[in-house]
């Protein structure tokens, strides 16, 4: 029984990692059409209806990444307390954990600005002026570091299909 659980804990792990990774990357590339290329200016050109309709791709891509990784860093915390895995063996599970963990702060405060802006989309005033301040609050609240965590959960993706540092398979072809 436990074991079928774990599995399935697992799997809620690479759901909610699809789901979750899926809401940041759309959110990304959303949010860069409001943008000229390379900088933070709006493009001045869009009409409030293009805006309306992109805030509301933005917040539901938000509201998916959010939830997300909320059930992601619980069975995450979960799968790594009930299945007893020998993280000395595999190198490339733990350098996996520790950046997921490591940039898990960032997640969360960001996640707190994607809050007030779905909150203001959907029970505010939805005004356009005020929800492209938010969003440049969350944009330029941390500097770089959102892309720099994006890139790690990309190499925790390299990680697991590349699976360095992992003694068991060093040790299975040494015999």
């Known amino acids: 029984m436990k074991k079928h659980f774990i599995n399935f804990l ?9 789901f979750w990774l899926g809401g940041i990357n759309v959110r990304a590339i959303v949010v860069n059409e409001l943008f000229y290329t390379g900088t ?11 805006y309306s309709a992109i805030f509301k791709v933005i917040t539901i891509s ?4 959010m939830v997300s ?3 992601l860093f619980i069975s995450v915390i979960l799968y790594l307390s009930l299945s007893k895995i020998d993280l000395k063996s595999k190198g490339w599970l733990m350098a996996s954990i520790i950046l997921f963990f490591l940039f898990s702060p960032v997640e969360i405060y960001t996640s707190v600005y994607d809050f007030k ?7 505010g ?3 356009y ?6 969003l440049t609050k969350r944009l330029t609240s941390l500097s770089g570091l959102p ?7 990309y190499t925790i993706l390299i990680l697991f299909v590349w699976k360095p540092l992992d003694k068991t398979k060093m040790n299975s072809q040494n015999i």
Not at 129 to 134: A, H, I, Q, S, T
């Open 40 to 50: 933070l200016e709006w493009k001045s050109n869009l009409s409030p209806d293009y």
């Open 10 to 18: 697992l799997l809620i792990v690479i759901v909610c990692s699809i």
């Open 125 to 127: 005033t939805a005004d």
């Open 62 to 65: 938000s509201i998916y990444a």
């Open 129 to 134: 002026y005020y929800l492209k301040e938010l």
């Open 69 to 71: 990784y909320l059930f």
């Open 147 to 153: 892309v720099i965590a994006l890139f790690s959960y």
């Open 117 to 123: 802006f779905i909150y203001e989309y959907y029970f």
